[in-house]
């Protein structure tokens, strides 16, 4: 019996490519088990055939070769139709090259689909990809679509609950138009389970399935597991030790500026910058860079030595710590399970997640700059034409200061709140529930 699939918010992006006349092959970016290959067979099960090649399993070793001998797409094609009894005709076709950073070749290959068979579906995925992307000078800019998915989102976790109602009314809900005391509650009942859960879909489908948060537990110590297997993958001159060090490091270290003194004992600052930069190109690890966010782009002033890092899912942070069961779930305040961080860590993620696909958010943050000044602004973003302070609180209430700071230094027109209270607006501030970090922007 086949695993039910839980739908996720890039099913409808790649329905438009999927209609869409002027299609370019497209590349699904991500960490590892994050639902790449699934999201990929859900669609496949719209044509009337499909073909996945995996290049990490042996049976399709001899593919390897071909795309080493041949670029033409439709030399190429024929062979598959032939060795895997499959049609691969356009229109009728999806065909998959999973693990595609396993084949150089096929990757540089990309760029003739789009150029000698336009027609033809064509997706390529990899969990290590963005290893193999810095080894190849030009991949095919402007030839090939690039798509990043991340663990599930909140809105995606409670549609895999089956909580449809929920979610929708939390698609309409903003600090103009509150919820009522008992869905606020309901909301954040469900906000503390899925941040104890996490958005990895195998431990997600494990509670969708009616299994306990004891065997989320499992599926989670496994998933951790398979990760520091990864480290040994990623490049042969970084220790595999180094690297579960300085990814130690960055979980107890979320929630402020990543001290890379703190990450190894037995590195230099060198060692655990390359570290950290293979983390990031993995997925597992999100930056978040200083901005004097005097104004737009945001890029423009960021300062790539102030920096602090978030892990890619909640799970996986809890289990490392770990967290109490019982506390997180019954907590008022996030701040009583670990003074905030949870909170900070799950904002961050939730904006990274409700950006469009096709385009992956960056992360920043602000301080002040003159000596002797400890004012922070935990997010700060771009909502259509104006930059937005946003800053984190763990509980009800809170101290908006370094807010007020930002907004009165950079005659900015309003900052946002993310806290454990209801939808409200609070002078110039806008107040969005946690659970709600995805509507911010939206209206």
Request: aromatic share 12%; glycine share 6%.
């Amino acid at each position: 019996m086949s695993k039910k699939y839980l739908e996720r918010n890039i099913d409808k992006e790649l329905q438009e490519w999927k209609k869409s006349s002027i299609r370019k092959p497209l590349l699904l970016r991500g960490a590892r088990q994050v639902g790449k290959s699934s999201t990929v067979r859900e669609l496949g099960r719209q044509f009337d055939y499909f073909l996945e090649i995996n290049f990490e399993k042996k049976e399709f070793q001899d593919t390897k070769v071909l795309f080493g001998k041949s670029s033409s797409p439709r030399q190429l094609c024929d062979e598959f139709s032939a060795m895997y009894d499959t049609p691969v005709i356009p229109g009728r076709t999806l065909l998959f090259l999973d693990e595609i950073q396993s084949c150089i070749p096929a990757i540089s290959a990309l760029r003739y689909f789009y150029e000698e068979y336009p027609e033809l579906h064509v997706i390529a995925a990899g969990s290590l990809l963005e290893f193999a992307l810095q080894e190849i000078p030009s991949y095919g800019v402007g030839r090939i679509r690039s798509m990043f998915l991340y663990p599930f989102s909140f809105d995606e976790y409670l549609r895999a609950m089956k909580h449809d109602m929920l979610a929708n009314a939390l698609q309409k809900a903003s600090p103009e138009e509150p919820f009522s005391d008992a869905l606020h509650n309901r909301c954040l009942q469900e906000l503390l389970r899925f941040m104890y859960i996490g958005g990895m879909p195998q431990a997600v489908a494990t509670y969708a399935n009616g299994n306990s948060l004891l065997e989320c537990q499992q599926v989670l110590d496994d998933l951790t597991l398979t990760l520091y297997d990864d480290f040994s993958k990623y490049r042969e001159r970084v220790p595999t030790l180094r690297l579960r060090e300085v990814f130690a490091s960055v979980i107890h270290q979320t929630g402020g500026k990543f001290t890379y003194s703190k990450a190894s004992q037995n590195a230099n600052h060198w060692q655990i910058k390359e570290s950290v930069e293979l983390l990031e190109l993995a997925g597992v690890v999100h930056p978040v860079t200083h901005t004097s966010a005097n104004g737009l782009p945001l890029a423009a002033e960021m300062n790539t030595k102030h920096r602090k890092f978030l892990i890619f899912d909640t799970g996986i942070y809890q289990r490392f710590l770990p967290l109490d069961l019982g506390q997180l779930l019954t907590a008022e305040r996030l701040e009583q399970v670990n003074k905030g961080a949870l909170a900070e860590l799950f904002v961050g993620l939730e904006l990274l997640k409700s950006a469009p696909s096709n385009f992956p958010l960056q992360l920043y943050y602000w301080q002040r700059e003159k000596p002797g000044s400890s004012a922070e602004v935990d997010y700060v973003m771009q909502c259509h034409s104006d930059i937005v302070p946003v800053e984190v609180k763990s509980g009800i209430k809170g101290s908006m200061q370094s807010m007020f700071q930002f907004l009165s230094e950079k005659k900015y027109e309003y900052g946002i709140r993310c806290s454990m209270e209801n939808f409200a607006t609070y002078q110039n501030v806008k107040i969005y529930p946690i659970y709600a970090v995805s509507r911010i922007g939206k209206q």
